[in-house]
């Protein structure tokens, strides 16, 4: 991507060898997810030129001096945010990496491996991983020996860890609880995911598509809301007898998110996990929010450490209680890259996959 609103170019680069703590990842599989669309639009702003793609899936090939964490030949889920296990966020068990956040796109010692003549290429959270091969820091990798397809084991490394390890690393998720879902994309249905293996007692699900409602019974949702039909905060209170213990915001955007903290009962907890346009506020009755008791908090990447929430996802896949490869509905080459983020762009069912 060298400028917003403009398709992705599909080059040949020049790619250097791992250095320090480094890895060189053959790809299998890279899913298309709505921040690559966000970076595409500029609402996710980011330096440029930078290799987008942060849901991917692939093998050791090339192992850099230093590495301890894999080895050659080693299948793994590739994290988006690589954990650097010291700073005071890693210490405290979140995924919100200070140490990552100083470098982002960038390698950790501040530079890139990709160029094309003189021009310095980054990386998307390290990764990049619309390319056939990425030179990724060893602590992005999560090698895996669960038995997950190449396409599953991508999704768990974005969609199904930022959904689903929404709801079973809440510290207030509990079984029985009742949920909405606002939006119905890969999170979304993630989320619903989530919230089936907590036994919630009833999923309601909101969009404004009445095939992506359709589709989110699968995942199992117990209830739909078309909110582009029906009021959803005044369905859900109907439906519920006074509003959901959780209710999810997985679009992101003001208007959801005060929907979601409108659905939840007195003492609910509404979470934002959609990326919005920074600055973006939601309208919401702060007299009501004390006086009602509710909480309205955000989730990043699951709310935990990413890799701690790959291996309970891939744990759920293999014992099919999680099912990740029903969210894949179509398949791409590297090079209809551009053709998966139109189909992201229209709303269509569950989530396009590169496979290389
Ligand atoms: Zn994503
Ligand atoms: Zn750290």
């Given at each position: 991507?060298?400028?917003?609103?403009?398709?992705?170019?599909?080059?040949?680069?020049?790619?250097?060898?791992?250095?320090?703590?480094?890895?060189?990842?053959?790809?299998?599989?890279?899913?298309?997810?709505?921040?690559?669309?966000?970076?595409?639009?500029?609402?996710?702003?980011?330096?440029?030129?930078?290799?987008?793609?942060?849901?991917?899936?692939?093998?050791?090939?090339?192992?850099?001096?230093?590495?301890?964490?894999?080895?050659?030949?080693?299948?793994?889920?590739?994290?988006?945010?690589?954990?650097?296990?010291?700073?005071?966020?890693?210490?405290?068990?979140?995924?919100?990496?200070?140490?990552?956040?100083?470098?982002?796109?960038?390698?950790?010692?501040?530079?890139?491996?990709?160029?094309?003549?003189?021009?310095?290429?980054?990386?998307?959270?390290?990764?990049?991983?619309?390319?056939?091969?990425?030179?990724?820091?060893?602590?992005?990798?999560?090698?895996?020996?669960?038995?997950?397809?190449?396409?599953?084991?991508?999704?768990?490394?974005?969609?199904?860890?930022?959904?689903?390890?929404a709801v079973i690393?809440s510290s207030v998720a509990s079984a029985g609880m009742t949920v909405a879902v606002?939006?119905?994309?890969?999170?979304?249905?993630?989320v619903i995911?989530g919230a089936r293996l907590m036994n919630a007692s009833r999923i309601i699900?909101?969009?404004?598509?009445?095939?992506?409602?359709?589709?989110?019974?699968?995942?199992g949702?117990t209830?739909?809301?078309?909110?582009?039909?029906?009021?959803?905060?005044?369905?859900i209170?109907?439906?519920t007898?006074g509003g959901v213990d959780m209710a999810f915001?997985?679009?992101?955007?003001?208007?959801?998110?005060?929907?979601?903290?409108?659905s939840v009962r007195?003492g609910g907890t509404a979470v934002?996990?959609?990326?919005?346009?920074?600055?973006?506020?939601?309208?919401?009755?702060?007299?009501?929010?004390?006086?009602?008791?509710?909480?309205?908090?955000?989730?990043?990447?699951?709310?935990?450490?990413?890799?701690?929430?790959?291996?309970?996802?891939?744990?759920?896949?293999?014992?099919?209680?999680?099912?990740?490869?029903?969210?894949?509905?179509?398949?791409?080459?590297?090079?209809?890259?551009?053709?998966?983020?139109?189909?992201?762009?229209?709303?269509?069912?569950?989530?396009?996959?590169?496979?290389?």
């Amino acid at each position: 991507m060298y400028e917003p609103n403009r398709p992705l170019e599909i080059q040949d680069l020049h790619q250097e060898s791992p250095r320090q703590g480094e890895v060189r990842i053959s790809m299998e599989a890279a899913g298309i997810c709505a921040s690559d669309h966000h970076a595409t639009t500029g609402r996710m702003k980011m330096p440029l030129p930078v290799v987008l793609g942060h849901e991917g899936s692939g093998t050791v090939v090339e192992v850099g001096p230093g590495v301890s964490r894999v080895k050659l030949g080693d299948r793994c889920i590739l994290s988006f945010m690589s954990l650097c296990g010291y700073c005071r966020q890693c210490r405290s068990g979140t995924g919100l990496c200070e140490t990552h956040a100083l470098t982002r796109n960038m390698l950790f010692d501040g530079t890139v491996r990709l160029h094309r003549e003189d021009i310095e290429i980054q990386q998307m959270g390290k990764i990049g991983v619309f390319a056939e091969s990425v030179v990724v820091p060893q602590e992005a990798c999560y090698p895996f020996k669960d038995e997950l397809s190449p396409q599953a084991a991508a999704l768990i490394g974005c969609c199904v860890t930022t959904g689903a390890g929404a709801v079973i690393n809440s510290s207030v998720a509990s079984a029985g609880m009742t949920v909405a879902v606002f939006g119905c994309g890969g999170v979304g249905l993630s989320v619903i995911q989530g919230a089936r293996l907590m036994n919630a007692s009833r999923i309601i699900a909101v969009d404004v598509y009445s095939h992506k409602l359709e589709f989110s019974y699968k995942f199992g949702a117990t209830d739909v809301v078309n909110s582009r039909e029906t009021d959803p905060v005044e369905a859900i209170v109907e439906l519920t007898g006074g509003g959901v213990d959780m209710a999810f915001d997985s679009f992101g955007g003001s208007i959801t998110t005060a929907a979601a903290f409108n659905s939840v009962r007195k003492g609910g907890t509404a979470v934002v996990i959609g990326l919005s346009n920074p600055g973006e506020s939601p309208p919401i009755d702060l007299y009501q929010m004390a006086v009602s008791q509710k909480s309205l908090v955000g989730s990043f990447y699951g709310s935990a450490n990413p890799h701690e929430t790959f291996s309970k996802l891939a744990r759920f896949c293999s014992r099919d209680v999680l099912d990740v490869d029903s969210l894949i509905t179509r398949t791409y080459s590297l090079d209809e890259v551009n053709d998966g983020l139109e189909a992201l762009e229209r709303g269509e069912d569950g989530r396009g996959v590169i496979l290389f």
